[in-house]
């Protein structure tokens, strides 16, 4: 498969879980500026963690010979089946507004970005452009999500949740096969 398609494909899947949140984010009505530095939190941390991840991930491949491309598909299975399962759970979700809780709402929706980093080195060489396409698809997803958020209803965020799940799980099929 092709590596940049194989990225936008990964950076669309790992966006899905910040575009759901960002649904619900946007019927708040947030600020213009708001949504911009909710947006490039969410970018920053889909960067930097799947290179903290390929960190780990190189220490781990180091210390122990196992198949990369195995170990990249399980990680994406799992991903994709928690995101598959979340989008089903009845949750109460309470919106908390500032920088603080923009910095945790960029940490959770960007977990998936520090396992998949274990696998980077699979996928590519070149670390930096397959980060700034996690970063980019993050950021626009996150900021798409927000203004759609008034408009769309919360089964929608739930139904981009399945979608990414779905996606990271045919990912998952193909690296272990």
Known sequence: MNVLFTCIL?????????????????????????????SIIVGLFHFFMPLIGLFFGNMIF??????????????FGLIGFEMFISSFREEEVKILIGFVPFLLFGLSVSV????????????S???????SIFMLFSSFFTYFGL????????????LATIFGGVMMMILAFIYIF
Not at 125 to 131: C, F, G, K, R
């Open 147 to 158: 203004k759609l958020g008034g408009y769309f209803s919360k089964q929608f965020g739930k």
């Open 62 to 75: 180091h210390y122990f010979f196992v198949d990369a491309n195995f170990v990249v598909g399980i990680i």
């Open 112 to 123: 998936d970005s520090l396992t998949t980093g274990i696998g980077l080195s699979s996928i």
């Open 125 to 131: 060489d070149n670390y930096l452009m397959v980060s």
């Open 10 to 38: 990964i950076g669309i899947s790992l966006s899905m879980d910040a575009f759901s949140l960002a649904l619900l984010y946007g019927t708040y009505g947030l600020a213009k500026n708001e949504e911009i530095t909710l």
